[in-house]
């Protein structure tokens, strides 16, 4: 399966009567690793989840390579995008090696499945294969679920703050891991943590109250205020090796205030 292409065309979305998602456009190219970063209610799920389809917006539409999402049906979807949502969980307390099997059946059947490949070994499961996730630890899941999400073939993962849980050492490892998929598969990845999403994405796209900031190279985001606009501070760039983390980030004398507020 190839990479696929995504976008959001002109999409507004409301939720409980207020506007979500606000006139939003942004494409993700075939095989690019892009992050998406914003505060706290800016609408990262919600742009993920109109780009699976789950969310039907008001106006405007989702595409996937070209085509409406809404004329793919669920599983169509399925078969092209993995999404991993925030905070996944389980019905069933399975062993992670039955959820990875359980994420190969995905978009097909229990019958048509293949047998899954062995997790990445970025996600370091090997000892915890026949573990039953209940008696994992948070991270543990938390890559557990990575594995489920990329167990079956798809031409782009959406991740839902998946390096939410993990220490950094696992972090730059899932980070590395989505570093390798560029080019076979798109990845959209929301991200809180901002030196992660500037060191490793193609580019970042930046929401604020369910508004596109900014989409290009982790240099223009943080040059072109983008950045300080959409959360308040002040990213200043850490004086360490390339392939380190990039920019340490601060907080300015402007973070009183609700961020955005200058919008
Ligand atoms: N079902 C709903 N009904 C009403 N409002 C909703 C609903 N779901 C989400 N919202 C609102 O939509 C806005 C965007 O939510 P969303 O989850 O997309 O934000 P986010 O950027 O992913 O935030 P976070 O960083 O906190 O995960 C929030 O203000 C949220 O309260």
């Known amino acids: 399966m190839s990479a696929a ?3 959001l065309d002109h999409v507004t979305l409301r939720l409980g009567g207020r506007v979500v998602l606000d006139d939003l456009s942004f494409d993700v190219r075939p095989g690019e690793l892009l992050a998406l970063v914003g505060p706290n209610g ?3 799920t919600t742009a993920l989840r109109t780009l699976t389809g789950a969310l039907i917006p008001d106006a405007g539409r989702a595409l996937i390579d070209g085509r409406p999402v809404a004329g793919l049906g669920r599983r169509g979807v399925a078969a092209r995008i993995a ?5 996944f969980r389980s019905h069933w307390n399975l062993t992670v090696r039955d959820l990875v099997r359980l994420g190969a059946a995905r978009g097909a059947g229990w019958w048509q499945a293949g047998r899954p490949a062995a997790p990445d070994p970025a996600l370091d499961l090997g000892e915890l294969l026949d573990r039953r996730l209940d008696d994992l630890s948070g991270g543990e899941r938390a890559r557990a679920a990575v594995a489920w999400a990329l167990a079956a073939p798809a031409g782009a993962l959406l991740a839902d703050e998946p390096a939410a849980a993990l220490d950094i050492g696992h ?3 899932l980070m590395q891991l989505f570093e390798g998929l560029r080019g076979a598969m798109t990845v959209v990845v929301v991200l809180h943590d901002l030196g992660l999403a500037l060191a490793h994405a193609d580019r970042v796209a930046v929401l604020a109250k369910g508004r596109l900031l900014a989409l290009d190279t982790s240099q223009a985001v943080l040059q072109n205020g983008a950045i300080e606009a959409a959360f308040g501070i002040r990213p200043i760039p850490a004086p360490v ?3 380190a983390w990039p920019v340490a980030v601060r907080a300015g004398p ?6 955005g507020d200058s919008l």
């Open 42 to 44: 800016s609408g990262k």
């Open 5 to 7: 292409g995504l976008a």
């Open 83 to 87: 999404h991993l949502p925030q905070g």
């Open 171 to 173: 972090a730059l490892s």
């Open 254 to 259: 402007e973070t009183r205030g609700n961020p």
């Open 241 to 243: 090796a390339a392939g």
